[in-house]
């Protein structure tokens, strides 16, 4: 039965293998692609072809990985699992959310009341919307200036003392600066309202009711929010599918439908934007995930694509979700090559 179900998968997408093998090499050798629509899936597929070169590095970093040489140029399948890098963003900001919807958050509260030193600092009037949306307007400097700030420290405390001491770069709401920062703040203000940790507050609240038993946020001191989780394709679907059915999963509600339009809105519209991703363009953003298409209301097209190369997106209009799922630190065209395979598969997800 599962055979058939697969081979029917193949037949109804052979575009969408063809790109897939196509391509494999150069976004690092290994990939895996899910799609589900009307609640199941109708494609998981996987490419391996790594290069001896793509092999030798691997191999080369596999210490630093906590990896043997052999298991850091294992296949990739559906059950692999692997750091995410950006991809978490769409996982903390619907942990968020589940805040607002038990009426313990607003997206309007300003972040002073809970975290007084950014107060002291002149930063307490930012509110948690911005916080989501990258709106800050604090200076964090480049991705890695702003995810050293958090490794480095030895607790959440530490993290917020030196946000507050960075400099600001405009009025908050009014400047689009895309960092670790706003969502390590989120990060902390939850944790202070409900005196939990964040990976216990993720595991409670979205991984256990989305069945994603294999994703977390790494064994470190501090939870990088923004980018510090490790997933799999099986399981980042499972998220995916909850967002897609309106925060529903299996019959649960796991954030309110309400939610989740309010997260696919772009609130970044005559923001002045001080860094951007080279390879986002000129694409808007609403809480915690890229606007890829704007629609009346809410988003049509929706992605959180992460540093290493893994690529989420929901498509509204054509009632569907996708996961590419890889390991490729080479960023060079990699935008187009998302729009070029979300395009073949819209053509072949219609047909």
Known sequence: MLFLQFSFGQKTFPKTTEWLKNNVRSMGGRAVLVILKDGRIVYNHSENNLSNIQKAGLKYFA???????????????????????????????????????DGKLNLEDTVGKFLPVLSKHEKGNITLK????????????????????????????????????????GKPGHVFHY???????????????SGQDFK????????????????????????????????????????????????NYNGKQVISKESIIKMEQDYTKGARVAFTPDESGTLDYGLGEWILENGNGRANVVSSPGLFGSFPWINNKLNYAGFLFVLNINQKGREEKYEELQKIINVEIAN
């Open 63 to 101: 210490k630093r990985q906590r990896k043997s040489r052999d298991e850091a140029v294992n296949d990739f399948t559906f059950t692999t699992r692997e750091p995410i890098a950006s991809c978490s963003k769409w996982l903390s900001a619907a942990l968020i959310m589940t805040f607002v919807d």
């Open 130 to 169: 911005d916080c989501l949306a990258h709106l800050t307007a604090i200076d964090g400097g480049n991705l890695k200036e702003s995810r050293q700030l958090i490794s480095e420290s030895q607790n959440m405390d530490q993290v917020i003392n030196g946000i507050a001491l960075l400099q600001m770069e």
């Open 179 to 193: 960092s670790s920062i706003g969502l390590q703040i989120a990060a902390a203000v939850i944790e202070k309202i």
């Open 200 to 247: 216990t507050l993720f595991n409670q609240r979205i991984a256990v009711p989305c069945g994603m038993k294999n994703t977390d946020f790494g064994e470190g001191k501090i939870p990088l929010a923004a980018g510090g989780a490790i997933s799999t394709p099986e399981d980042y679907i499972h998220f995916l599918q909850m967002i897609l059915q309106d925060g």
